[in-house]
Each structure stands twice: as structure tokens, then as C-alpha cells.
């Protein structure tokens, strides 16, 4: 009888691993806003929810071979919350660079995503991320995910390969070209009203461009950004598509 317990828990705690890396990694979910108690609640109803259906397919777990297998489900929960995490640390990252170029990298907010200090618009780019991400039913692709995970990598069958290394470094690589790609409109812009202003301050020196810069490249900005917000959510969507992609291979090397 106490064996048969032992078994149930210890298939419990692999599926419960899983699922509760998950709710640590992945945007949205994982956000420090949300109650702690809140994540291990819906861990735990998504637990008993998924239980019941993969209990057949759960190996046993005994003695020194249940801290392996736990430690593998948690690694693969985390792979696929950090692979959608990497487009909103790259909206971030496109956010600090216009910020930077605007000059309102001195200006944080404490970003309810993470709890800490971030630039005025590097939070404001990952909000707008946010209500896309919603808007879209992102959140909901992720559980249908978690759910098909179970079966392109079977519980206890996780393995690490160099090829995983390699792919993960790949998609946080991707972040750079993301941030720049997203910044891109805005850079242009404040780059070309830095030449301009330029010529003027060596056509009129007496005229302060340094005070008259800032406020110029604040209002265009803040122009640019808007009339390319309408552009964000094809974006943002191929972005998170190619990070489902990105997991579903990397489930794959897994097992």
C-alpha cells in the first residue's frame, strides 16, 4: 500500500515539475505580479487535470531515479516558458534602445512583469507586448502546448544534448535582432534629426540644439511610435510563432 502511494506521488511530482516550471518561466504566467499562491493553485489544478490522462503512460519512479527524472520534467517546463520569455525580453531590449536614443534612459518605473526598475519605454513597449500577447490567446496556445509536450517528450526520457545548448543560445541570440528590428523606425528617425540638428548647430551656433534636440526627438518619437503600433501585432505574432517552433524542436532533441 505504501509503495503504491509512493508510485502515485512520485508520478504526480513529475507532471507537477513540469507544469510548475512553467508557471516560473513563462511570460504572463510567471509575471511577479501574479500571487505565488495563485501559481501553485493553478499548478495544482493543472496537475490534477493532466494527471488522470498521462497516468497510464508515467513510468515508475523509484529510489535514486526520482531526483533525475523530477530535475528533467523542471528543465523542460523552464525550456519552454524562457523560449516565449526571449520575444518579451526583446521587445524590452527594443524598448531601452529608443529610450536610450530618445534620451529617456534615466526615466524607470518599476515593470509589474518583473518588479524591477526598467526605462519608461522599454516598459511601455512590453505592455503593449502584454495586451498582444493576451490579445491573441498566446496564454492559451501555451497550455495546448504543455498538454502536447507530454507526448513529443515523454516523461522520464528527457535527455540533455549539445544540440538543445545550441538552439536555446540561438533563440536568446535572436533577442538582439528582435530588439533592433523593433527599434528600427525610431533609430532612423532621431538619427536623421541628430544630422539635421547638427548642420543647424554649425549653421547657427548661438542656437542651444542640445535643449531644442531633446524635445524634438521626444514629440517625433513618440509620433513614429504610434503609426507603427499597427504594425506590432502581425509582428509580435510571427515572433511568438517562431517561439513555439523553437520549443516544439527543442522538445524534440529532448527525448
Known amino acids: 500500500m505504501g509503495s503504491g502511494l509512493h508510485a502515485i ?25 501574479i500571487s505565488p499562491r495563485i501559481k501553485a493553485g493553478f499548478t495544482v489544478i493543472l496537475t490534477a487535470l493532466l494527471y488522470p490522462v498521462l497516468s497510464p503512460e508515467l513510468p515508475r519512479v523509484e529510489g535514486g531515479s526520482a531526483l533525475p527524472m523530477v530535475g528533467g520534467e523542471f528543465v523542460v517546463g523552464m525550456i519552454m516558458g524562457m523560449a516565449l520569455q526571449f520575444v518579451f525580453e526583446g521587445v524590452e531590449l527594443a524598448g531601452q534602445i529608443a529610450g ?33 500577447f493576451l490579445q491573441l490567446d498566446i496564454h492559451h496556445w501555451l497550455l495546448r502546448g504543455l498538454a502536447k509536450s507530454f507526448e513529443y517528450c515523454p516523461p522520464g526520457a528527457v535527455t540533455a544534448t549539445p544540440q538543445m545548448a545550441e538552439l536555446v543560445g540561438r533563440a536568446a541570440g535572436g533577442m538582439l535582432v528582435m530588439g533592433v528590428q523593433i527599434a528600427l523606425p525610431t533609430l532612423l528617425v532621431t538619427m536623421l534629426i541628430d544630422i539635421a540638428l547638427g548642420l543647424v548647430g554649425r549653421a547657427s551656433p548661438q542656437l542651444p540644439v542640445m535643449l531644442v534636440g531633446i524635445s524634438v526627438k521626444t514629440v517625433v518619437a513618440f509620433v513614429v511610435i504610434m503609426g507603427t503600433l499597427r504594425f506590432w501585432p502581425g ?18 532533441l529532448a527525448k
Open 9 to 33: 506521488l512520485g508520478r504526480v511530482l513529475m507532471v507537477g515539475a513540469r507544469i510548475s516550471a512553467l508557471m516560473v518561466f513563462a511570460p504572463f504566467l510567471g509575471s511577479a505580479s
Open 100 to 132: 536610450f536614443q530618445v534620451g529617456h534612459s534615466l526615466a524607470n518605473l518599476i515593470n509589474p512583469l518583473s518588479d524591477v526598475d526598467t526605462p519608461l519605454l522599454a516598459n511601455y513597449y512590453q505592455m503593449i507586448a502584454l495586451l498582444i
Open 235 to 252: 509582428l509580435i505574432e510571427k515572433y511568438f510563432g517562431q517561439a513555439l517552433r523553437i520549443t516544439e524542436h527543442l522538445l524534440r
